[in-house]
C-alpha cells in the first residue's frame, strides 16, 4: 500500500516486495542489512507499473551513523530496481525544429516512448545558449515512433541538419532528444522551507 512517511524502514534478512499496481513509499531513511531485500521488479520481470520511492528530510534531519541523513543505504543486502524496458532512451532530430513547433521529428524511431512522458530536447544554438534546451509532455506518437507530439509549442529552433565539409567528410548538428520519464523512480521530497530561486545573471554564462 502508499505508505506515510515512516521515519525508518529496516529491512533486515527478509524481503520488502512491491506488489503489480502503482504505489509510494516514504520514508525518511532505509536501510537494507543481513541479506535484506528491496524488489522493485527483477531483470527477468520487470516491474510495469509506476513505482515511486521518495525520501523525506531537510537540513536540519539527524543522521544515521556511517550513512548520513534521507538515505537508502545497503549493508551486506540487495536493491532491485527494474522498470519498464526501453529500448533506447535518446535519440536525435531527423530535421530541424523551427520555433512554435508542436512537433518533432526523430532521426531513430521510439515507439516505446509513453504518451504523458517528458523529454528534453537539447540547444544547438551558440556558447551562450544553455536556456534554449526545453522540456515537453509526449501528447502523440507515430506507430513507427518517429514523430513526436507536445501541446505547448518550442519557443528556440533546434538544429536537424547534416553539413558537407568536403573531402568526403561530413558534420552532423542535429539536437538530441532524451526520454526523462521512468516508471520507477527514487526522489527526494520537497520542502518549501528549505526551497529558494536563484535569480540567473543578468548577462548570461559565458562558457569560453
Not at 503489480?20 to 531485500?37: C, K, M, P, Q
Not at 533546434?158 to 532528444?177: I, N, P, Q, S
Request: charge should be negative; charged fraction near 25%; aromatic fraction near 6%.
Amino acid at each position: 500500500m502508499d505508505t506515510p512517511v515512516l521515519a525508518m524502514l529496516l529491512i533486515q534478512g527478509g524481503e520488502l516486495l512491491f506488489d503489480d499496481a502503482d504505489l509510494t513509499l516514504r520514508s525518511e531513511n532505509i536501510l537494507i542489512v543481513d541479506d535484506g531485500r528491496l524488489t522493485v521488479g527483477t531483470e527477468d520481470s520487470p516491474f510495469m507499473y509506476d513505482a515511486t520511492i521518495e525520501l523525506h528530510g531537510q537540513l536540519r534531519s539527524p543522521e544515521l551513523p556511517i550513512y548520513g541523513a534521507k538515505c537508502l543505504a545497503i549493508r551486506e543486502g540487495e536493491l532491485n530496481l527494474h522498470g519498464k524496458p526501453l529500448r533506447m532512451t535518446w535519440t536525435r532530430l531527423s530535421s530541424t525544429a523551427v520555433a512554435g513547433s508542436t512537433q518533432i521529428e526523430l532521426e531513430w524511431g521510439q515507439a516505446d516512448w509513453p504518451v504523458g512522458g517528458t523529454i528534453a530536447i537539447a540547444t544547438t544554438g551558440d556558447r551562450h545558449s544553455q536556456i534554449e534546451t526545453e522540456l515537453r509532455n509526449i501528447t502523440a506518437i507515430s506507430n513507427d515512433g518517429k514523430m513526436i507530439s507536445f501541446s505547448e509549442p518550442l519557443e528556440y529552433e533546434h538544429l536537424g541538419v547534416t553539413e558537407e565539409l568536403g573531402g568526403g567528410h561530413t558534420l552532423e548538428m542535429r539536437a538530441e532528444v532524451a526520454l526523462l520519464s521512468r516508471n520507477v523512480r527514487v526522489i527526494g521530497s520537497r520542502d518549501i522551507q528549505w526551497s529558494d530561486e536563484i535569480e540567473a545573471c543578468p548577462d548570461g554564462f559565458d562558457t569560453g
